[in-house]
């Protein structure tokens, strides 16, 4: 038990900002457009903390974002808020996104229609309007969330390079449904998007043009959770950026966390993914622990809830996590919150959901930082079972801290990172040369490379993985592509037999 404050912190972050020395200075004060146009939270924590660090550097953003800062320290941003694109997500019917029930077909539609209309009302609204057609308006650099291919026009109306950036992985271990979508983006979704890139931008080069034309791609993947995932000189790894020294919590949680004498432990499982079974099951799971519980759950109420559960709407997890008397995060694995936990040397239980979730839950589990309980199957020994276990063996915290050693270790931390190659790119604005001569390939030969290939690795091997992904990593799905990979990186990761956790 802690007597009092914040002083209960178990680790601070050394900001490396103050040991970062960096000898080329001649890219200062340049004018950055961020347009980061996702209605999702857990994708913007990261292109926030990119936006504070360019801003702070001292560069001149502008930043197009539905999650505005309201931060008046940070002089040197500007945002325009475009806060009305959570009523387009709220207006929309999204059960098909996340349910298996509805066919490849309807799903991609779905999503990709969400995206279009998302892009569309963004600009049309006056504000980008006025934006787009402002002639004083001079960029340096566009860094661009990789979400809609018309936002490309924004490199052609200022002239400037860009830099694409992504929160998740770049892979689907479902090739099928990755190659459908690239079809789908490839004839639907790029001409579609041309269209609109020309209604508002004017005449512009053909977005998928402009697409390849993408200098870096940043990806917030870090590879202590290691994907298999193949890289070209193009693909920068940012890693954990959104990762903050610890800050004091608001009051009353410090005071139930403080007073947690036998410890707490953390649960956050996402806000689309519990059914009524599975609520029960954790509900009285949770009411058996010898531990406080806190649960960010979505609503003010849990039916049933427990005296030794503590429910919150909002958390600030990453100090939660930092406090000393937490003993395990039940997550469903989201890669940014994974990081959260392994900064703050908290093992975990996953609990994952969906296709990316399951991989990054397996990688922490084979760390061994976690163990893995399976919502489709679990029951309340189970999970009863594996959440003391956890908490109670010495070896997962022994070997989180090993973890997080490895994860902090690198030449330059992933804002030092951001920094370096987002002046890299303005310093010298035409890098060519760390593109993949992929980008250049005409479809006929992206047929014979990459679609041909796979066809024949896929008929030598009964490796069918069933459909069962989040269904955005179809919009996602021309990542790879973007970023230069070749077909021979994808039958590789192809041919490797699949994980035992896929094969489900
Ligand atoms: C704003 O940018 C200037 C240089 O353009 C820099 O000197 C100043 O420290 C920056 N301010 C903040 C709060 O980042
Ligand atoms: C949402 O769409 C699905 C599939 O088209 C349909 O079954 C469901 O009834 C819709 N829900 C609402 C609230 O409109
Ligand atoms: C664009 O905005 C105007 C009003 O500002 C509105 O009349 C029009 O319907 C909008 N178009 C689209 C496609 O949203
Ligand atoms: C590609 O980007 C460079 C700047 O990075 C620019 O000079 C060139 O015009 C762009 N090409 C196209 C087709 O937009």
Known sequence: MVPKGHSCVKITLMNSFTVF????????CANILGVFISPLFIHQIIYHSLCRELSLRGHQETVITPFPFDDPTLTNLTEISIEFVHEIMKRRNTSTYFSKDFGIWQTSHDIFDSIDSIAETILNSTKLQELIDDPNRKFDLIVMELLHPVLFGFAARFGAPSIGISTGPLFSYNIAFFLWCKFYYQWVFLPRGHGMATKYFGKVPYVGDLEKNLSLYFTGVNSIIPSQEPRTSA?????AIHIQPPKPLPEDLQKILDEASAGFV???LGSNNIDQKLRTIITEVLRELPYTVLWKWESDRLPGKPSNVVIRNWVPQQDVLAHCNIKAFVTQGNIQAVQEAISREVPLIGIPFINDQVFTVQKIVDLGIAERVDPATTTKSE????????????RYRDRIKEV???MFDKPMSGLETVIWWSEYVMRHKDIKH?????????WDSYFNDVVAPFLDVELQKPLIIPFDLFPEEGVLLARPFRAGLKTTHLVQLQVQPPPPYLAR
């Open 21 to 28: 020395l960096i000898i080329v200075n001649s890219v200062r």
């Open 235 to 239: 693909i920068v790894e940012i890693g």
């Open 404 to 406: 997080r050693s490895i």
């Open 383 to 394: 999970l009863k079972g594996v959440i003391i276990h956890v908490v109670e063996t010495q």
């Open 434 to 442: 760390l593109t993949s001569p992929v980008f250049e390939s005409s």
């Open 266 to 268: 953390y649960v956050n």
